[in-house]
């Protein structure tokens, strides 16, 4: 965008992160509000066009200042506006031009919150004006009183939200005249007559008011109670039934903000909207750190299923991709490890993902696809892989289990367990190949079962690192001083809590271990917690600020393990065929 360049946009101050420097939990009776009107030559805001500025800085029922000026817009005035304002060119020959006003208007309105009748028109033009000429927008909070009559008044009070209409419904002691001062002191008026209304809909602060304005269901604005009187912490929230059957959980660092933007214009999802309608109460749990209330979130969906979240439900889903026992073993697709398997890859989201990954396998080594269960005495049939030469024909005994344990099974137990070197060269060789041939579509297939390959291998070595781990004490600076401590055995956060600021944490260290939970070691790269509440902690012990304090063992991963592969992963995820071929080593 050249420099200059005004572009439309979403209404600023209506943004939750506009702020202007009020508090938006500030009381409407302290609040300073500065109400603007213009008047314009009319058309789309292009950086001129203003005629005049009229605006009034009230709080607290009281006058505390007024502005108010022509503009010179420096282009002739059309005639239907001089009939309708009576600002004549003349009138504004003598005027400064806006770029003179805005540096007063904008010391005018600092600190303040600003409301006009229609406020996108009036505050389009502002900054619309202040990008052409160089001047900062300060991103105030906006209140827009014809908004906020659409909420607060019926159909039966007034036939419309006009400015002369609501002046007369309120008797302003102000009548507008399409004359900026004039229409800015009826706005204010009008304003105070809309917070007079806000009390019944128990709208008390600024942020409040600027939510009530915008467009919400009547079921939002119904259920606004249930947001009532939660907690500012980190943790879990429960919306439940009137059964009390959970509908959906989620989590925040502060329960109630989060709580509350459902209930505003922002939350336009359809199925959060029938979850709010079914919902009777919130229920909050409120826990030492954020990664304390993700796992509980976790941990609560997948204990309940709630109907209304979509993700992280049902984690006993997972599937592995297993090495299968006997002299000519083969990959199969199960639900769970027994204790005894040794050569698995996963867990996998789903099937199909597990079959990718099987069919990359099987496109770099000569492992058998047939689910026969082969003797090393009876002599069965050979398949149509084994004339195309894709099998090496062990049901034909033409080949020796120790020879197919070595050509086929080893490179499968390698790559999953430590090194996937040959997997990998295989796959970039057969891409090479195909990509040379013009075979662009079969490379792109067999770049999608190498990156399946790689992404399940990174990630089970990635798990297995931390879950060998009996146990582990970890700590991060807390925003408000302290330190946020977390106890992890076995890839499952035992215990966690916060340290007081300026208190040696090593206390509360010892008290989160004597009440911590007893975790057992299991089998498997994820035994006693699920693989996305181990990635959660995976992810906050990685973070630079996170500082590793004791460890009953060392954390270590293969020197020559997947991981290396990781900017390859990224290339077969996201690029061409042809940026793989020079990848082989």
């Not at 102000?174 to 002191?185: F, N, S, V």
């Not at 909207?273 to 919130?282: D, H, K, N, T, Y």
């Not at 070691?521 to 630079?544: D, F, K, N, Y």
Request: hydrophobic share 40%.
């Amino acid at each position: 965008m050249a420099p200059g360049e005004y572009v439309q946009q979403t209404l600023a101050g209506l943004d939750p992160t506009a702020g202007g420097g009020v508090d938006p939990a500030l009381p409407l009776y302290a609040t300073t509000f500065v109400v603007v009107d213009l008047e314009t030559t009319g058309g789309a805001p292009d950086g001129g066009g203003i005629t005049e500025i009229g605006a009034v800085k009230v709080r607290g029922g009281e006058e505390l200042g007024v502005l108010a000026t022509l503009v010179n817009p420096g282009v002739p005035i059309p005639p239907f506006i001089t009939v309708l304002t009576g600002i004549t060119q003349a009138m504004l020959i003598p005027a400064p031009p806006i770029e003179q006003v805005l540096p007063s208007f904008l010391e005018f309105i600092a600190d303040a919150v600003l409301v006009a009748h229609n406020a996108p028109y009036d505050v389009g033009f502002l900054k619309a004006a202040c990008a052409k000429h160089g001047y900062r927008w300060p991103n105030p909070r906006v209140l827009d009183t014809a908004a906020l009559a659409r909420r607060v008044l019926t159909r039966d009070e007034v036939p419309n939200r006009k400015l002369g209409t609501l002046a007369a419904y309120f008797r302003t002691a102000t009548q507008p005249t399409h004359r900026a001062l004039d229409d800015a002191k009826a706005t204010v008026d009008v304003l105070h007559g809309l917070i007079g209304r806000l009390g019944g809909h128990r709208v008390d602060t600024i942020g409040e008011a600027i939510e009530f304005a915008r467009a919400v269901t009547p079921t939002q604005r119904r259920k606004r109670h249930l947001a009532e009187g939660l907690p500012k912490v980190p943790g879990v929230y429960i919306f439940r039934a009137a059964d009390d059957r959970p509908l959906y959980v989620g989590t925040s660092g502060d329960i109630a903000t989060r709580v509350r933007s459902y209930f505003t214009a922002a939350e336009k999802r359809a199925r959060i909207s029938e979850m709010l309608a079914a919902a009777e109460r919130v229920e909050a749990v409120e826990c030492a750190h954020p990664l304390e209330a993700e796992v509980r979130e976790l941990r609560l969906i997948a204990a309940h299923a709630p109907p209304y979240n979509r993700r992280s439900k049902f984690p006993e889903r997972m599937v592995w991709l297993k090495l299968t026992d006997g002299p000519y073993p083969r990959l199969s697709v199960v639900r769970s490890l027994a204790p005894g398997d040794t050569a698995y890859l996963g867990p996998f989201r789903s099937k199909q993902a597990a079959e990718l990954a099987a069919a990359g396998f099987h496109d770099a080594v000569p492992l058998r696809q047939c689910t026969h269960r082969l003797s090393l005495r009876t002599v069965t049939p050979a398949c149509a892989l084994a004339e195309l030469g894709r099998c090496p024909a062990p049901c034909e005994h033409r080949i020796t289990p120790e020879e197919y344990d070595h050509r086929a099974a080893a490179p499968f137990r390698t790559a999953t367990a430590s090194d996937p070197q040959v997997v990998v060269d295989a796959l970039l060789a057969r891409i090479e190949t195909l990509s040379a041939g013009q075979r662009y579509e079969e490379a792109a297939v067999v770049r999608s079962r190498l990156a399946a390959v790689l992404r399940a291998s990174v990630r089970m070595q990635r798990l297995a690192g931390l879950t060998r781990i009996a146990e582990l004490t970890a700590a991060r600076r807390a925003p408000g001083g302290g330190w946020e401590l977390a106890l992890v055995r076995h890839g499952r956060l035992a215990g966690a809590g916060v340290s007081p600021p300026g208190v040696h944490p090593r206390p509360t260290i010892t008290a989160i271990r004597a009440t911590a939970e007893t975790v057992e070691p299991g089998h498997g790269p994820v035994p006693r917690a699920s693989a996305e509440e181990t990635e959660r902690i995976l992810s906050w012990l990685e973070r630079p600020e996170t500082r590793l304090v004791e460890m009953s063992s060392e954390w270590s991963s293969p020197v020559s393990g997947a991981g290396r592969f990781r900017d390859l992963l990224a290339k077969a995820e996201n690029g061409g065929s042809h940026q793989l071929s020079t990848e082989r080593s």
